[in-house]
């Protein structure tokens, strides 16, 4: 009998603690109240896509965002963009060089799904555009990446992508993503 | 008492199960969706996406670099009548069917100091076109080249989240964009640099623009708020 108690003793253990550091890590990633989609007004529901938001869901201190006019995850559309890394050594230019990647990804196809993007350097009043721009546009899709490249100084470099939507309801969309690391040659 | 002994036991367990429910409630009632994926993702540093991407209506670019200019509203006054103008510092535009690209450099250009009064540094962006990207940097000492010392982090400037200490927002609709800037808590002289981006749509000549996805400018500003 005393085994078995022990038994359900360490269960019930093994039970709480497995629970409680789950629960931590999403406590601090939950963000409250925020909402995956608004649409620009009462009337223009987006309609290819599955969920219908009115304006008045979003307020943030004194503004909303029907009146900025922003959207959140149009068409199930997300813009992503990963740090810039040390990619290969070009040859034929003597040098590293640093890659950065963006991607635009929709949870549906759309008419036309866009992504470009840029690696900038600290300019020290600005991010400063540098290298050859990535690009990539398909039609009917709903994923794409783009890759820009640059030489490697040792540096801080930024990815900054600017992501395109265009939708099977002629809906346009622009939305910006970007990432920041020091990238050593 | 060995009859007993089941009960107690079973009385652990189900206050076990209890506080097993507890501990998950929170995460299951307010957030169900939450894979290990998400959360992983959401650790990650990021610069300016720290929030989901804030969307806006393709339109056309401005058609000539805006020329932005501090101005005086409800969160701030400037004391003097006339607005400062930002000093262009860095262009990528089309300007005229040719392309512009021009950089900073030493000495960097500040203009001198206006007095203003208040937490907040309002600056009209000068176009009702709303940027896709807007980045600020606020700096309180430069060298003689204008090199701002210490340097400083950019703010990314969000139409709604609130969390980088810059608002790009307007009242109505055609009025041009606004820039807010939570400004230090030391009174005196700030250097304030403001990037802007505008998208180029997919249909934009590309025998105009071939490559480019965005114009950017970039202007400074120097306030007294002492």
Redesign the interface.
Known sequence: ?RS??LS??AL?LI??LS??A??D???K????N?P?EVA?DDSSVISDTAHEFTASQ?C??D?C?A????????FGC????DNPHKSRFAEDRGRWEITGKSQTKCEQMIK?V?A???LYR????????EGT?G?K?KQDSKYVEAVAVTACNNDLY?V?A?????GYNN???????????AVTC | M?SR?PYG?WL??MV??G??AF??A??SL??PE?S?Q??AK??E?????A????????EDPPPNVPVPAIISNEHNTVAVNDNQLGVS??V?WIIDGESVSR??KTP?PWPDPIAIRGDYLTIDLGTAV?P??V?A?VFQTIDDNG??TP?SP?L?CK????SSGC?????D?GENWKIVIELPADPGATFV???G?W????DYPPEIAP????F?A?W?FAIDNG
Not at chain 1, 67 to 74: L, N
Request: hydrophobic share 45%.
């Open positions: 009998m078995f108690t359900c003793t019930i039970m709480l629970n409680a789950p629960s890590a999403r406590k990633n939950h963000r409250p925020f995956q620009m979003d943030r201190g503004v965002a009146q900025v006019q922003v959207v959140f995850m149009p997300e813009g992503t963009s036309r866009t470009a993007n840029q600290n300019h020290l009043v600005y991010w400063g555009a721009p690009f546009s930024l900054a600017t992501h395109t939507l265009n809906k346009q969309y622009f939305g910006a993503s970007g990432k920041s690391a | 060995l002994q036991m652990l367990l076990a199960l506080l097993n501990v998950r929170p995460m307010t957030n939450v290990a998400e959360v959401d650790q540093s990021e610069t300016h996406t929030d989901p991407i804030e969307w806006v209506l393709i510092v860095m990528h950089d900073i960097f709303a896709i990207e980045e940097r090199l701002p340097p950019a990314w139409y709604l989240s609130l608002r790009i927002t307007r009242a609709q640099s403001l990037r981006s998208g180029l749509p997919s490559d480019w996805s965005r950017d970039a400074l």
